[in-house]
């Protein structure tokens, strides 16, 4: 065959892969964009250096070159106490096995406000256009230490400890201004959280608000809790990818985009068409993966967060956090085929003003607290969540609720299933807010440990079609008064109690099958 003739050939079938792949509707991307080695740009990688500065040059030199940010496995990126900006467009690649490391505490010197309290707190920030794939995000950091004999579970927050601290001169005031986290070395899931009261050399006193875990223990780590106190943010950005990297270390929240809005209005923009993808978060402290404030039209696909048996309070959260008005709102995103592994508090969750989001193809596995949901959609301040579903989830082994619909309206769930729960699904008040029109359908709750579906407060005009209550601890399914107008459909047998409780108003059950 001549050179020409074979020349030819591959140009043509490189012209069929792009179309093939084009017609089953991926994109195809050319090996063709260069790439640049942070190795030759004085990063060295060694975990002792601070590689923070020429990191940041290096970035700058790929964004102006038009070249791909490459980081070699095998080095650790120590970053100390500062962070990466990566600018507008420009594609890294880390090899799995880069870790970058935020070594020293932003929040141990200087200002508090400045370094937490602001999105720049985060060790990476993504510009709009960037692609990050690959690599470790740890920290080592903590303000200090403590030996103070405390168990959480003997604690009634809001409740004032006083800890003896390794250190003296850190950057901490009374007020509400230091929100910090105390959780022990070795039982991390024993921890608390509260403001700084008082701090005069190493006597540091916290107002408790929230204590979890058991046991006495004299081994506290104190840290930084802020919702910027996170491995990488993606601030008001667009079009930005963030996949297959791995969160470890102390850190308060995993992965952030940040839309937040001050209540009353400002300038930050959504955060939109943006995605976490195949992204693993564990023993992260509050949050796994987090929207918050204004997100639009965004994806995580394919993550997974190990909450620890109880160390990571929420799993996958979406919060507008509008403690007042109405000024953040959360549209239509998206989250597919992901997994939370044993969380505190929930393991999914819509808030306020979360209007058309779906959750798909989702598991919530072994939520540890007694008042928690495996997936949750409430208004949580002032606002009423409206149109949003839940398609093909899974909530199992859940010490609490495995579906919950608080004060919502509209929207609900499809084919979905809640295995071993305390409460299978449960459709209440919440906020003053009534729950109506919320859809069951297709649902299966079995072997609760209590009621298999459970209507209280006030629900209106809510359908629990094509059901299925199955050798649930007490009800297969209950209406209690106060609801109006319910339709059932299904089939509700093996219960221990009763298959079905009706206390409610204008209850339609004539569809339920009981034998």
């Excluded at 017609?23 to 050319?30: F, R």
């Excluded at 063709?32 to 060694?46: F, S």
């Excluded at 990818?241 to 839309?259: A, H, P, S």
Aim: aromatic content about 8%.
């Amino acid at each position: 065959m001549s050179s020409t003739r074979r020349s030819l050939l591959l140009a043509f079938a490189s012209v069929a892969a792009i179309v093939a792949a084009e017609q089953a509707g991926a994109t195809y991307i050319p090996y063709t964009l260069p790439q640049l080695n942070a190795v030759d740009y004085n990063i060295k990688g060694d975990g002792v250096t601070n590689d923070a500065a020429a990191i940041n040059n290096f970035l700058l030199n790929c964004s102006n070159a038009g070249a791909a940010a490459y980081f070699p496995g095998g080095k650790n990126y120590n970053l100390g106490s500062s962070a990466l900006t990566v600018p507008d467009g420009t594609t890294v690649f880390a090899a799995q096995n880069a870790t970058f490391t935020r070594s020293s505490d932003p929040g141990s010197g200087g200002s508090w406000s400045t370094n937490y309290n602001t999105y720049t707190g985060s060790m990476i920030s993504l510009g709009n256009h960037c692609r990050w794939s690959g690599g470790i995000f740890n920290n080592t950091a903590q303000l200090a230490t403590s030996t103070t004999s405390v168990n959480p579970s003997t604690l009634t927050p809001p409740q004032s400890v006083t800890f003896t601290i390794n250190a003296a001169g850190l950057n901490l005031v009374g007020g509400s201004v230091n929100f910090i986290r105390i959780q022990s070395a070795s039982v991390p899931s024993a921890h608390m959280e509260g403001l700084v009261t008082t701090y005069s050399g190493t006597s540091l006193t916290v107002n408790v608000g929230f204590a979890a875990g058991s046991g006495t223990h004299t081994d506290w780590i104190i840290l930084a809790a802020s919702v910027y106190q996170a491995p990488m943010v993606l601030h008001g950005v667009t079009e930005s990818i963030v996949e297959n990297v791995r969160v470890t270390g102390n850190w308060y929240v995993g992965l952030l985009m940040d839309g937040w809005n001050v209540n009353g209005g400002s300038s930050v923009p959504s955060v939109s068409f943006c995605t976490f993808r195949n992204c693993y978060a564990e023993a992260v402290m509050n949050r796994g993966l987090y929207l918050y404030g204004g997100c639009n039209d965004n994806l995580i696909s394919e993550c997974y967060v190990d909450g620890r048996n109880g160390f990571t309070d929420y799993g996958v959260n979406l919060n507008p956090a509008n403690a007042v008005g109405t000024t953040n709102v959360q549209l239509r995103n998206k989250i597919a085929g992901c997994s939370v592994n044993t969380p505190g508090f929930q393991g999914f969750e819509l808030g306020d003003q979360s209007f058309y989001n779906t959750i798909t193809g989702c598991t919530a596995y072994g939520v540890t607290n007694t008042v928690s949901a495996g997936f949750l959609i409430q208004q949580a301040n002032t606002s009423v969540p409206q149109y949003n579903e839940l398609v093909n989830c899974v909530a199992n082994n859940c010490a609490g609720v495995g579906f919950e619909f608080a004060g919502t309206l509209y929207g609900g769930a499809t084919r979905c299933a809640a295995i071993l729960c305390k409460i299978g699904f449960e459709i209440t008040s919440q906020g003053g807010s009534t729950p109506s029109y919320i859809s069951l359908t297709g649902c299966e709750a079995d072997a609760s440990t209590t009621i298999g579906f459970w209507l209280t407060g006030s629900a209106v005009d809510c359908d629990l079609t094509g059901i299925k209550a199955i050798s649930n601890g007490t009800n297969g399914i209950q209406v209690d008064s106060g609801c109006t107008n319910t339709l059932i459909t299904g089939r509700s047998v093996s219960n221990t109690s009763s298959n079905l409780v009706n206390n409610g108003t204008g209850t339609v059950s004539t569809g339920l099958v009981t034998v």
